[in-house]
């Protein structure tokens, strides 16, 4: 009765395979938990979330950036962008019903000390908070207003969480936690701009699990940023290994912490210099 992760897939469904083979997952025993942006980029985002919904029973996901920004184009309430290829999803015979899967998955799952989310948690937040409010989003986004939600999920602001925070710009801090987040400036404001090697990052930023005052009350597992690559310490475990960029689909058994990976079969999409 394994417990395994996986990092972003993207529609790098071969890959999958080829890894649930290594793993030796058996979906009648063993639970899959996948840290988002299942879809867009890669070649064959329809069968992923096609094989996730035939095996709901045995698989757990959160939601990525890109599960959003599919969910907010289906809805109407944003358009394909250069690079996009979830375009098999949208014209799909059962696109209402996977829409209607992707609204009711999380943008958190807690794990005992253990947390599964796609870009990470906030670091001013204890793992008890982020949960609850991944919750708040999860409840808008299952509600009868999730259109309206969407349409008022984009945007960079506020960039500083204060625990007053109300109604949508509340939300919207939220989803930007927890699907975009790489960096923080020195007072744990967000900085969404910067997406690239950690090496080459401003002086003044910080990786967000390395902000001074995070609390570190539980190992984050993660995706989201394939710029930094396979990394593990007690408090993290960051499994997006870039499969779409030529890289590698990475995967781990979240109790023993043995590595799978596969490597990418070709670079779906091409690294921008």
């Given at each position: 009765?394994?417990?395994?992760?996986?990092?972003?897939?993207?529609?790098?469904?071969?890959?999958?395979?080829?890894?649930?083979?290594?793993?030796?997952?058996?979906?009648?025993?063993?639970?899959?938990?996948?840290?988002?942006?299942?879809?867009?980029?890669?070649?064959?985002?329809?069968?992923?979330?096609?094989?996730?919904m035939a095996q709901r029973h045995a698989v757990r996901m959160v939601?990525?950036?890109?599960?959003?920004?599919?969910?907010?184009?289906?809805?109407?309430?944003?358009?394909?962008?250069?690079?996009?290829?979830?375009?098999?999803?949208?014209?799909?015979?059962?696109?209402?019903?996977?829409?209607?899967?992707?609204?009711?998955?999380?943008?958190?799952?807690?794990?005992?000390?253990?947390?599964?989310?796609?870009?990470?948690?906030?670091?001013?937040?204890?793992?008890?908070?982020?949960?609850?409010?991944?919750?708040?989003?999860?409840?808008?986004?299952?509600?009868?207003?999730?259109?309206?939600?969407?349409?008022?999920?984009?945007?960079?602001?506020?960039?500083?969480?204060?625990?007053?925070?109300?109604?949508?710009?509340?939300?919207?801090?939220?989803?930007?936690?927890?699907?975009?987040?790489?960096?923080?400036?020195?007072?744990?404001?967000?900085?969404?701009?910067?997406?690239?090697?950690?090496?080459?990052?401003?002086?003044?930023?910080?990786?967000?699990?390395?902000?001074?005052?995070?609390?570190?009350?539980?190992?984050?597992?993660?995706?989201?940023?394939?710029?930094?690559?396979?990394?593990?310490?007690?408090?993290?475990?960051?499994?997006?290994?870039?499969?779409?960029?030529?890289?590698?689909?990475?995967?781990?058994?979240?109790?023993?912490?043995?590595?799978?990976?596969?490597?990418?079969?070709?670079?779906?999409?091409?690294?921008?210099?």
């Open positions: 009765m394994a417990r395994y992760a996986i990092g972003d897939l993207q529609g790098c469904f071969v890959e999958f395979e080829q890894l649930l083979q290594r793993m030796e997952f058996d979906p009648l025993q063993d639970t899959l938990y996948l840290v988002g942006d299942l879809v867009n980029r890669g070649p064959a985002s329809l069968p992923v979330l096609r094989w996730v939601l990525g950036n890109h599960d959003l920004h599919l969910l907010a184009v289906a809805a109407g309430l944003g358009k394909t962008k250069a690079g996009d290829t979830i375009d098999d999803v949208l014209q799909a015979p059962d696109c209402d019903a996977i829409i209607d899967f992707l609204r009711q998955q999380p943008l958190m799952i807690s794990l005992g000390r253990t947390a599964i989310v796609h870009a990470g948690i906030w670091p001013g937040w204890s793992a008890a908070q982020a949960q609850a409010l991944a919750d708040e989003v999860s409840v808008a986004l299952c509600g009868p207003g999730w259109r309206d939600f969407l349409a008022a999920m984009y945007g960079n602001q506020p960039a500083l969480w204060q625990d007053d925070l109300q109604g949508v710009e509340r939300l919207r801090f939220v989803v930007n936690a927890m699907t975009r987040m790489r960096f923080v400036n020195t007072d744990g404001s967000l900085q969404l701009k910067y997406k690239g090697e950690l090496e080459k990052a401003p002086a003044e930023l910080y990786p967000w699990f390395d902000w001074p005052q995070r609390k570190q009350d539980a190992r984050v597992v993660c995706g989201h940023w394939s710029a930094l690559g396979l990394r593990q310490n007690g408090s993290l475990c960051a499994l997006d290994t870039g499969c779409i960029w030529g890289g590698a689909l990475t995967g781990i058994d979240l109790d023993s912490g043995r590595l799978y990976q596969v490597p990418a079969h070709r670079a779906y999409q091409a690294l921008a210099e």
